[in-house]
């Protein structure tokens, strides 16, 4: 192919390209995924290189452009359209229009804010798109919201719309501005407001945001017109070679304490601006395979796979794979379903899929790559048809219970 796409993480730095594009490129600050683009960045053969993204990064990347010598050109581009905040938060599902985009962060929320939408507006739907969603489907949610003359008028979203999509959104609407970060709750930062709030508006058709509710309201409206504060770091992760030497210099020390000790090592050898990214997921994943026969190049690639570590059913398949793997076997894929046609559970055996296809490509070992795409789009199909169904299996249900009690009813009046 003339022209490839895929992930960050799925780069192949080995391949030689004459223009790379790299989206998004200010993520290189952020400190659990940002390695990805700092690696892409450095690391991508390419003649050209396009960053896009917002403004807060330029001055880093012109740091990192001065540490490798390259060449640098900045092009700056306003919008066509204003991003304003609306007058007055919305305050009931009600008042949503056409085109408007419901902002929740919680994937339960986003499905409970579908099935509310579509018993509110009967004979309208809404799609979805959250970040455990397959990119495919995710795509189909989009196709199908941006479509003219049909009934898919609302969108209900984590804030994963603010990445990858093209959407025609119209408004932006804020369920609330406080999300986890995973040990706790808090509001969103400027550059996350940013981001969710600039996806409302098309070309030269202006975007609005607000909120559900008053106190959110008033924090967008302070807070959307801050400057971006300018990034300062870029995240990276050691190259097989330093951690090569560091562990002939401790040999005592398992890989995953390798991993975990790295913080100690980093300021003898990195440059000012780099950090190490967080690496308790990598420290984790390496734990995991501590037990087993791998050699150590085996060890570096397998840590940074995408193995969901709150996921039980996909560490079970892991653990069954690395048992095969250490014994330089062929890693067949054999997924036992679980006995559930829930959205969740098609969800979770496409993130196996995921998983099993990252291994596939870097391992040779795993020998049903062709045979995995397929379960793959199997997967998507269900995953689609499960969210069409959602309203459409409600309503059966409750015009079952209604069948139900008017027969008991009858059958009451009637005396048997």
């Known amino acids: 192919a003339s022209h490839i796409s895929c992930t960050i993480e799925m780069l192949d730095v080995n391949k030689f390209v004459e223009v790379a594009v790299i989206d998004e490129y200010q993520m290189i600050s952020e400190p659990k995924r940002g390695s990805s683009w700092t690696r892409a960045l450095l690391g991508v053969p390419a003649k ?18 001065e540490i490798t010598g390259d060449e640098l050109e900045i092009n700056e581009y306003e919008r066509f359209s204003e991003l304003k905040v609306s007058d007055r938060p919305l305050m009931s ?45 995710r795509n189909q949610q989009s196709k199908l919201f941006n479509a003219n003359g049909n009934n898919y008028k609302y969108l209900v979203g984590t804030d994963c719309i603010g990445m990858g999509l093209n959407l025609n ?10 999300k986890s970060d995973g040990r706790q709750f808090r509001y969103l930062l400027p550059t996350e407001l940013k981001q969710i709030s600039g996806r409302a508006g098309r070309y030269r058709t202006n975007g609005y945001v607000t909120s559900m509710g008053v106190q959110d309201h008033t ?19 050691p190259e097989n070679k330093k951690l090569s030497q560091l562990m002939l210099q401790n040999p005592g020390l398992k890989f995953s304490e390798l991993l975990a000790s790295l913080e100690f090592h980093q300021s003898s050898y990195m440059h000012k601006i780099f950090k190490m990214v967080n690496m308790e997921e990598r420290v984790e994943i390496a734990s995991l395979i501590d037990d087993y026969d791998l050699t150590l190049e085996e060890r570096m690639t397998i840590c940074l796979c995408p193995l969901d570590l709150k996921n039980s059913i996909m560490i079970s398949y892991f653990h069954i794979w690395m048992e095969i793997f250490e014994k330089s076997e062929n890693v067949r894929f054999e997924y036992y379903d679980q006995g559930r046609k829930k959205i969740d559970s098609y969800e979770i055996k496409y993130a196996i899929c995921d998983l099993y296809i990252w291994l596939s490509i870097r391992f040779e070992e795993f020998v049903d790559l062709e045979y995995v795409y397929a379960q793959q789009e199997k997967c998507c199909k269900k995953i689609t048809d499960a969210l069409d169904g959602t309203r459409v299996y409600k309503v059966n249900r409750q015009k079952r219970r209604a069948t139900k009690r008017k027969k008991n009813r009858n059958k009451n009046f009637m005396g048997f």
Do not use: W
Not at 50 to 65: F, P, R, Y
Not at 96 to 108: C, H, N, P, T, V
């Open 219 to 237: 924090f967008i409206k302070n807070t959307l017109p801050l400057p971006l504060e300018k990034l300062t770091e870029a995240y990276i992760f």
């Open 48 to 65: 050209e290189i396009h960053l896009t993204g917002n403004e807060s990064g330029v001055e880093l990347v012109k740091e990192i452009v």
């Open 169 to 178: 959104i119209k408004r932006i609407i804020f369920d609330s501005c406080e």
């Open 93 to 137: 599902l009600d008042m949503l229009q056409e085109g408007d985009a419901l902002i929740a962060f919680s994937r339960k929320l986003v499905l409970q804010f579908k099935e509310k939408i579509e018993r509110l507006f009967p004979g309208d739907q809404c799609c979805v798109v959250y970040g455990k969603l397959p990119p495919e489907t």
